[in-house]
């Protein structure tokens, strides 16, 4: 079973970037589509961004669309989520999980960006 470890969140001010980074303990994890979720208080987790294995095509959902980029390095088995021009409305927990989900949600990381 393969386990994910999300890493880079943070406190930043609105306009400000993050990079986050998802580590997979496993190369069977570059074969599969993975995708960033995230969730905020009171609210059901929702899909950011996807990414197919091999890079091309991605999705990104209406609310981050020209704000975020996600990518992917195969040789270190990790995923990234860069963030820019960050809104309050952007404070979550970030996940990442294969895409469909399909392994064990790991802790997350927490982005909080204040007004």
């Known amino acids: 079973q393969v386990q994910l470890a999300e890493s880079g969140g943070g406190l930043v001010q609105a306009g400000g970037s993050l990079r986050l980074s998802c580590a997979a303990s496993?190369?069977?994890?570059?074969?599969?589509?993975v995708g960033w979720y995230r969730q905020a208080p009171g609210k059901e987790r929702e899909v950011v961004a996807t990414?197919?294995?091999?890079?091309?095509?991605?999705y990104y959902a209406d609310s981050v669309k020209g704000r975020f980029t996600i990518s992917r390095d195969n040789a270190k088995n990790t995923v990234y989520l860069q963030m820019n021009s960050l809104k309050p409305e952007d404070t979550a927990i970030y996940y990442c999980?294969?895409?469909?989900?399909?392994?064990?949600w790991g802790q997350g990381t927490q982005v909080t960006v204040s007004s």
């Open positions: 999980n294969r895409v469909p989900v399909g392994a064990s």
């Open positions: 496993t190369r069977t994890f570059n074969i599969y589509p």
């Open positions: 990414i197919s294995w091999s890079g091309e095509p991605t």
